[in-house]
């Protein structure tokens, strides 16, 4: 049988090992949600550079985010009112 003191060391280890494991969860997402962020900026910015150097694009780039737009709102209200 385990005594006491083995008991402790056992539960102790274990709730370490989840606030320690739990805090490294949390900077992973952190560190993913940043470089998400930073994907989504570069991706603006070299589209906006393109529309700068070529303003036909503009118009294409219009009307493709009115129609993700309405796609999204149409989602949205197709899951509210499911």
């Not at 150097?53 to 118009?59: A, C, D, M």
Request: charged letters at 20%; glycine letters at 4%.
């Amino acid at each position: 049988m385990l005594s006491l003191a083995q008991t402790f060391g056992i539960v102790g280890t274990l709730i370490l090992t989840l606030y320690f494991s739990k805090r490294q969860i949390q900077s992973l997402s952190i560190d993913q949600q940043s470089r998400v962020l930073n994907d989504l900026d570069e991706k603006i910015h070299k589209t906006t550079e393109l529309m700068l150097e070529r303003p036909s694009l503009y118009r294409v780039m219009d009307r493709g985010f009115m129609a993700s737009e309405f796609r999204i709102r149409t989602v949205l209200v197709l899951i509210l009112h499911s």
